[in-house]
């Protein structure tokens, strides 16, 4: 017989459920596939109710972020031989209301997302759509923010974060990353509109400095430095602004 | 049922959706707009493409240039005079979302850097490292984030067009977290709806781009182009398909048969590794045909070798390549060549459009891969598609903000009558559980195992009768599916079987027009028919559905300044 590996995943249809229940599959083994290949063979073949989200397969698109043996990773680019033959727990992504199955909510984030005003702000608003030239920017520049342009918004990190578990009024690390991506763009002057948001009591002071979000995420972004220099500047801002008697 | 009113309504929320919806918010933030996408708008495919976006930018170039290479990489079926739209647009187009802030490359003065693609006579691929569907589909979303009039319907599926007496009302529409469907109604609608890989089982494609846009507009009575013109891509990781870019040619990657061979050589001399993606398809499958693949676990493939651009080079220019191939693949290209094969990767056909992206529905729009304007014609050149759907995407959000300043809504009577017609239906086909013997999943392992033999790379008569008639055996096993469960929240189940009946819809379409196109052009090789003809074929393919299965038409293809002319590299 062929070599088998067994699959536990978290199921729950508010339809149905009134609690949150277990099931688990056998299936083929395979060293080369990954967990969402599993994923969408269970679904294929055995249970078409299973759900879940997926797209690219690619690690890029942010939709299949889930629990896998109680660490949030992407189940595209996470592989059965890595536990094989040791059995396999999958959870919805932890720190968020579930849906259905490993499907979770994240209106929330999606709100704070656009809190943070990520997008190129201008003193002179006229220069945002002006396309008769390009900003000129050098590749120091660029590598000032290079690293926390590339978050795909999978949540990994949310669900990693301690303090978004307790408080989920945190921004959290995705968010502030992205504004310090901003922030940190030569392109950029909106560093005043996104303070308050940055530095209010939900924003990176609330940070304990775990590191966990930089721990997990798929892409090397790392939240927590983006969180700790983003909580230096507010610092230095605040100190001056106090000189200059603003305060 | 319950109506959401817009003025106007973008399905899709990828690159060309996104640009839509900006420009309308922009041009004229008092209007309703609103983007609905099956998954949030950051997850669209735009996020997978990689290599660049072409565009004018430097000294040495010119929109003639850029206009004479994309017509000659159509093979000659690009309409040129909105080829020539194409490629002034696109100038500011680049600039303008470099504005926005994607993080392009840049040159050591700070301005935007270009890389060499195929197909193209100058360097003008501008990229952000090889990642640049992803920053630019980043930048789009988070600047559209900025209009508080944009508002957006994420994870609804939509289901139908309601078309009235030829004119768009509005769409009946799937809210996946209920499970509840609304009619969305709107003076105007723009289809963004992207391509329809999925239907082949090798593809470089998004699990979610299921031919939905081309379906519900065929089923609404207007025709879509082109559609025998697949583009296969040359460099497929093995197993996934994944997209390796084309810029790791660009930037100067070869391509190696068993023998050690740079067997391109033997094919497009001049070009190399860097003809149009047509011909090194073909050239690949020619090599393993001629039993100079290697061999491997899922057949036989070529190598990819980056190891002579070194470590610094690789990580400055394709980093996300070689994550891909140590993610993917367990190969690290640094040290070792990449195996690789063509797969299935864009559509160059779709919804029948013109420029500023209108159907022959009134208040119906098209842009990005979803529409056919046509620009890419037979084959089109890599890192234009990108800039495709920025310049479309504008052009169609601005043609709809004129064209809803006077035109009138559906009757909410009449919506609601064409919304039922379509509930009964979707409760008949879909939704009966436990009755029916086959399942979604068999019925679509056998489309795309059709697709990839008899409506791939190179096509004969007889495969393609194959092809159609098992696409046609397909059609009838999908009236006799059944769904597992009729739940409500979040019926994954439900939107895959909406998905197929979608694939196999269009596959048919696709499978018919290659087989009455007895020539060979860009993307359409037919082996029993090795040459381009002129005389009997310059024109374009439209399909409309009867009853009797697809019904074909043709165009005549718009020749500006470019005369054509045979296509050596």
């Known amino acids: ?247 | 049922m319950d109506i959401l009113t817009h003025d106007i309504l973008i399905v899709g929320g990828g690159g060309a959706g996104l640009r839509a919806g900006i420009e309308i918010s922009r041009v004229n933030p008092s209007l309703k707009t609103a983007v609905i996408s099956k998954v949030y708008p950051m997850r669209s495919h735009t996020v997978a493409a990689e290599g660049g976006s072409a565009a004018v930018l430097k000294a040495d170039d010119s929109h003639d240039l850029h206009a004479y290479d994309t017509i000659k990489g159509s093979d000659f079926l690009a309409d040129q005079d909105a080829v020539e739209v194409f490629v002034r647009d696109a100038t500011n187009e680049v600039r303008q979302i470099e504005r926005w802030g994607c993080p392009w490359n840049r040159e050591e003065d700070g301005t935007i850097a270009a890389r060499w693609f195929g197909g193209m006579s100058r360097k003008r691929t501008l990229h952000a490292a090889d990642k640049t569907g992803f920053h630019l589909l980043h930048a789009l979303f988070q600047t559209s984030l900025k209009y508080d009039t944009l508002k957006r319907y994420d994870e609804w599926h939509v289901s139908a067009l309601l078309v009235d007496n030829g004119k768009v009302g509005g769409v009946l529409a799937l809210n996946t977290r209920t499970g509840v469907f609304s009619i969305i109604a709107a003076k105007a609608v723009i289809l963004c709806t992207g391509g329809v890989g999925r239907m082949y089982a090798f593809t470089s494609n998004a699990g979610i781009l299921t031919a939905d846009g081309a379906a519900m507009t065929y089923r609404a009575g207007a025709p879509i182009k082109d559609m025998e013109f697949i583009q296969f891509h040359p460099s497929g990781l093995m197993r996934t398909g994944i997209l390796i870019t084309e810029a790791s040619r660009g930037e100067g990657g070869y391509l190696f048969n068993k023998d050690g061979k740079r067997f391109m050589e033997n094919y497009a001399p001049s070009k190399m590794e860097l003809a149009p993606r047509d011909i090194v398809s073909r050239s690949i499958i020619e090599e393993i045909l001629a039993g100079r693949g290697f061999q491997g676990t899922y057949g036989s493939y070529i190598h990819l070798d980056l190891r002579h651009l070194g470590e610094a080079k690789i990580m400055d220019k394709l980093p996300m390549v070689r994550e891909l191939c140590l993610d993917f693949a367990g190969v690290d290209p640094v040290h070792e060549p990449i195996p690789i094969r063509p797969t299935m990767h864009y559509t160059m056909g779709g919804i029948h459009c013109d420029k500023d992206g209108k159907t022959p529905i009134t208040g119906l729009y098209a842009a990005g891969e979803a529409g056919c304007v046509s620009i890419h014609g037979a084959n089109r050149l890599g890192s234009n598609s990108l800039t495709e759907l920025l310049v479309f995407g504008a052009r169609a959000g601005r043609a709809a903000v004129e064209y809803v300043s006077t035109a009138k809504p559906a009757s909410n009577d009449r919506l609601q009558s064409l919304a039922k017609e379509r509930m009964d239906f979707i409760q008949k086909r879909y939704m009966k559980a436990g009755n029916g013997k086959e399942k979604i999943g068999a019925i679509l392992t056998d489309l795309r195992k059709t697709m990839d033999e008899k409506v791939g790379i190179y096509r004969t008569e007889e495969g393609l009768k194959d092809g159609i008639q098992l696409i046609q055996r397909l059609k009838e096993r999908f009236n006799k599916i059944s769904l597992t469960q009729q739940s409500r929240v979040f019926n994954t189940e439900l939107i895959q079987a909406m998905e197929l009946d979608n694939m196999l819809e269009i596959a048919h379409v696709i499978a018919l027009c290659a087989q009455v196109r007895k020539e060979s052009r860009g993307g359409h090789a037919r082996k029993d028919y090795p040459t381009r003809n002129d005389e009997q074929f310059l024109h374009h393919s439209l399909t409309y559905m009867s009853k009797d299965g697809p019904r074909r038409e043709t165009l005549p293809v718009t020749i500006t300044k470019w005369q054509p002319e045979e296509r050596k590299y």
């Open chain 1, 1 to 247: 017989m062929a070599e088998e590996i067994k699959i536990t995943v978290t199921r729950y249809n508010p339809d149905t459920d009134k609690e949150l229940r277990q099931q688990t599959y056998s299936i083929p083994y395979h060293n080369d596939w990954g967990i969402l290949d599993a994923l969408n063979y269970i679904k294929a073949e055995l249970d078409g109710s299973l759900t879940y989200r997926w797209s690219c397969r690619m690690a890029v698109c942010g939709s299949c972020g889930m629990m896998v043996n109680g660490t949030p990773r992407l189940a595209c680019s996470t592989y059965l031989n890595e536990f094989y033959p040791g059995e396999i727990t999958l959870e919805p992504l932890a720190n968020f209301p579930i849906i259905r199955d490993l499907v979770v909510e994240l209106t929330d984030f999606m709100e704070k997302l656009k809190e943070v005003k990520p997008w190129i702000i201008r003193k002179n608003k006229s220069d945002e759509d002006d396309t008769s030239s390009e900003y000129i920017q050098t590749t120091k520049q660029m590598d000032n923010y290079y690293q926390q342009t590339l978050c795909i918004n999978c949540t990994l990190c949310y669900a990693a974060c301690p303090v978004y578990g307790l408080h989920p009024d945190f921004v959290g690390p995705a968010v502030i990353a992205l504004g310090y991506r901003y922030n940190n763009d030569s392109r950029d002057q909106g560093k005043d509109e996104r303070r308050k948001f940055l530095a209010s009591e939900d924003g990176v002071w609330k940070c304990t400095v775990v590191g966990d979000c930089t721990e997990v995420c798929p892409k090397h972004v790392d939240p927590s430095a983006s969180i700790q220099r983003t909580k230096v500047d507010n610092a230095t801002n605040w100190f001056f602004s106090f000189l200059k008697g603003n305060k």
